[in-house]
T-cell receptor, first 113, second 110 residues
């Protein structure tokens, strides 16, 4: 079945460590996105990529980095520079950069202790 | 002020009741999305619409572009409908970017 797979579902890291969240899709979508969700707030865009080897900062990119070496994969690294990394992270994809329907993964809950 | 406002924030209903969740937005949009988030966290897209009305099973979504308003209706609600319902808008342009509402927590009691 086609879809988006995020792993792991839960992740614990010590403060000061970088951590990479995985996002893989087999929908043949060009566009992929990373969102952050905090309690009581709407999802906020961290980074997005419209095509392989290209990505753009979203609204809250500071302290995060991404890569898009393959169409299927869009990993997100939460660096030690991110001041408040504990959150729920969602990956999404859409068929193109236009107003296509978005498909979401199951999310990764990151807790930094 | 958030560009996308949802109401109510929380909604509790009895099984079988008709549910309405509202979404108002302040920007021009090319599409509006209704999403469902279950307690596990994963999000499912329910509807994407740019005009009129769409229906899928017991769910109905409407949008009024002139009034910048959309509603999500659930007929004959069931406890399995309990979830957070999120409205999001695509304000168009060359980049796909969704602006999300804060969500409406729906609890349907048996």
């Amino acid at each position: 079945d086609g879809g988006i797979t995020q792993s792991p579902k839960y992740l614990f890291r010590k403060e000061g460590q970088n951590v990479t969240l995985s996002c893989e899709q087999n929908l043949n979508h060009d566009a992929m996105y990373w969102y952050r969700q905090d309690p009581g707030q709407g999802l906020r865009l961290i980074y997005y990529s419209q095509i392989v080897n290209d990505f753009q900062k979203g609204d809250i990119a500071e302290g995060y980095s991404v890569s898009r070496e393959k169409k299927e994969s869009f990993p997100l690294t939460v660096t030690s520079a991110q001041k408040n990394p504990t959150a729920f992270y969602l990956c999404a994809s859409s068929i193109d950069q236009g107003a296509g329907e978005a498909f979401f993964g199951q999310g990764t809950r990151l807790t930094v202790v | 002020k958030n560009e996308v406002e949802q109401s109510p924030q929380n909604l509790t209903a009895q099984e079988g009741e008709f549910i309405t969740i509202n979404c108002s937005y302040s920007v021009g949009i090319s599409a509006l999305h209704w999403l469902q988030q279950h307690p596990g966290g994963g999000i499912v897209s329910l509807f994407m619409l740019s005009s009129g009305k769409k229906k899928h099973g017991r769910l109905i979504a409407t949008i009024n572009i002139q009034e910048k308003h959309s509603s999500l209706h659930i007929t004959a609600s069931h406890p399995r409908d309990s979830a957070v319902y999120i409205c999001a808008v695509n304000s168009g342009g060359s980049n796909y970017k969704l602006t999300f509402g804060k969500g409406t927590l729906l609890t349907v009691n048996p």
